[in-house]
């Protein structure tokens, strides 16, 4: 099995920043693209930020230039630097990631439990 937990979440004043990390665990061979996506309530589970493997990023625009995605292949950790917080960024965040258990297995997609953001005004 692979499991990915978040941690990092919290209450934070608007502006200020934190930092979110996902460690993934269990049978892994390799990662290939890992992610963040977030879920307001009432609203449906939207894309934060995205990295490949090697490295490439990918971000939804309104969070382009506050949020930093970033990942430490060595320990299977994607992390989230989230600066100049708002109150829309309040949802819970959850990690995503594809998974590949053994050399000659397929890509699986994992999903973390989700850590609660809540950015006051």
């Known amino acids: 099995q692979v499991q990915l937990v978040e941690s990092g979440g919290g209450l934070v004043q608007a502006g200020g920043s934190l930092r979110l990390s996902c460690a993934a665990s269990?049978?892994?061979?390799?990662?290939?693209?890992m992610g963040w996506y977030r879920q307001a309530a009432g609203k449906q589970r939207e894309l934060a930020a995205t990295?490949?493997?090697?490295?490439?990023?990918n971000y939804a625009d309104s969070v382009k230039g506050r949020f930093t995605i970033s990942r430490d292949n060595a320990k299977n950790t994607v992390y989230l630097q989230m600066n100049v917080l708002k109150p829309e960024d309040t949802a819970v965040y959850y990690c995503?990631?594809?998974?590949?258990?053994?050399?000659?297995?397929?890509?699986?997609?994992?999903w973390g439990q989700g850590t609660q953001v809540t950015v006051s005004s």
């Open positions: 995503k990631a594809y998974v590949r258990r053994y050399s000659n297995s397929y890509l699986g997609l994992y």
């Open positions: 990295i490949t493997s090697g490295g490439t990023t």
């Open positions: 269990g049978s892994i061979f390799s990662i290939d693209s």
